[in-house]
Every structure is written in C-alpha cells, then in structure tokens.
C-alpha cells in the first residue's frame, strides 16, 4: 500500500522560497504519476504540478515559472521548489500519486505566505 509523507512547509514571506518533499513508500515509485495539489481556505483543491513517471512536467497556470516539480527515482521522492512565492500560494499542499487513475493523497501540509 502507498504511503505518502510531505514535509518542508511552513511560514514565508512574500518573494521567498520554499522546497517541498514528498516520501514515497510501498511499492514502485518509479511506476507512478506524481502530483501536488493545494487547496486554500473555502476553495477547492486545485492541481499546482504534475510529473509523470518519464518526467513530463506539468503545471498550474498560476504557478508557471516560479514552481518546478521534480523526483528522484533513486530517494523514492518527489519535490516542488517554490520561488517567489505570493500570499495567494497559501494553502495546504497535498502530495499525490497516480498509476491506472488511482489515487493516493498524503496528509497535507501548510505553506503560510505572509508579511
């Protein structure tokens, strides 16, 4: 069974960077889809980037230029660095992992980007 586990996140300020870790565990990493997702307060949750298992990326609008997604098949880890991070990136950001359009989510973690 997929086990995943987010780390990294917290408060910044607005023009700052933050790097994202997600933990993968239980099976073949390298097999699957990898995504992060966020969901702000009172929104729904919304795909920031995707990743997939030959490495073509994919990302939000919002996000294009300041983010990028990458994994480590050798770590079993997928990250998102995040530059110039805005207060509008605050949310929680789940880690995702696909393979025959099943899902599996992480817990969630906060990114605060505030003054």
């Known amino acids: 069974q997929v086990q995943l586990v987010e780390s990294g996140g917290g408060l910044v300020q607005p023009g700052e960077s933050l790097k994202l870790s997600c933990a993968f565990s239980?099976?073949?990493?390298?097999?699957?889809?990898m995504g992060w997702y966020r969901q702000a307060p009172g929104k729904q949750r919304e795909l920031v980037a995707t990743i997939s298992n030959s490495g073509i990326r994919n990302y939000a609008d919002s996000v294009k230029g300041r983010f990028t997604i990458s994994r480590d098949n050798a770590k079993d880890t997928v990250y998102l660095q995040m530059n110039s991070l805005k207060p509008e990136d605050t949310a929680v950001y789940y880690c995702?992992?696909?393979?025959?359009?099943?899902?599996?989510w992480g817990q969630g973690i906060l990114v605060t980007v505030s003054s």
């Open positions: 239980g099976t073949i990493f390298s097999a699957y889809a």
């Open positions: 995702n992992a696909r393979i025959y359009n099943l899902d599996t």
